[in-house]
């Protein structure tokens, strides 16, 4: 699991939303958030950097890892400097050493969770009743089959740094993205996603139970993003 990151140079210190304070991470589910140029992706290359997977996939061969839990302390993880160019900064990571997985979602979005047309070719992910559990659950069997995580140990969390993963979806599909198929991934998965999408914000809001971190790299951008969703809604009922 990754713990941390602390930028110590570099043009990341000068951003308002990273400086050089310790961004901290939960086992779970985490987003970075925030508009363009405000550190999401900066943060994920960092992590990807220090835990040797920066060309993408994943940090060590995933068909030879083998863990003993019996072996692992608290105090077990590891703080990594990584220097990255161009351009040049510095940061210090706090990582336990198990595998790390990073795909950017924006460039490769062919390989993203879902396709383009996902939607409307599984109609019945737009409903409710078993066909919509059995696809969602399908999908989920699709996307630990690609990342090979069938063949970790169960007692390997593994880690998924996520580029954009919902960047070239439309908001149907982001809805059952981050309600059902991201929170069912966060059991097995410690998840580090950078994203626009509105809807960690509104479940972190309507769940109490929840225990997401959304790491805003803007100050009130959430609110900004919400009341601005609430003016759409008005305007689309507006016309009705």
């Known amino acids: 699991m990754i713990s941390s990151i602390t930028f110590r140079s570099g043009y990341p210190t000068g951003l308002r939303g990273i400086g050089t304070r310790t961004i901290e991470f939960n086992p779970r589910l985490n987003t970075l958030y925030g508009p363009n140029g ?69 460039v490769s979005s062919e390989e993203s969770f879902l396709e383009s047309d ?31 995580t069938y063949r970790l140990p169960r007692n390997v969390r593994p880690t998924l740094l996520l580029d954009e993963v919902d960047n070239h979806i439309g908001i149907a599909a982001q809805s059952i993205l981050w309600e059902e198929i991201v929170s069912q991934l966060s059991r097995k998965y410690q998840l580090i996603i950078a994203s626009h999408s509105i809807f960690p914000i509104l ?8 225990r997401d971190t959304v790491v805003m790299l803007e100050q009130h951008y959430g609110e900004i993003c919400v009341n601005q969703l609430g003016r759409a809604v008005e305007y689309f009922n507006r016309g009705r």
């Open 38 to 106: 405000s550190g999401k992706t900066t943060i994920l290359r960092a992590l990807a950097t220090a835990t040797g997977c920066a060309q993408g996939g994943w940090s060590t061969d995933v068909s030879l890892v083998s863990y003993d839990p019996k072996a692992e302390t608290t105090a077990d993880h590891s703080e990594r400097a990584v220097a990255v160019e161009p351009p040049p900064f510095e940061a210090s990571v706090q990582w336990d050493e198990r595998p790390v997985f990073y795909q950017d979602c924006y």
């Open 118 to 148: 996902y939607m409307e070719r599984n109609a019945h992910l737009r409903s409710s009743g078993e066909k919509r559990i059995g696809l969602v659950n399908e999908l989920i069997d699709f996307i630990e089959e690609r990342f090979l």
């Open 203 to 210: 479940l972190q809001r309507d769940n109490n139970l929840r």
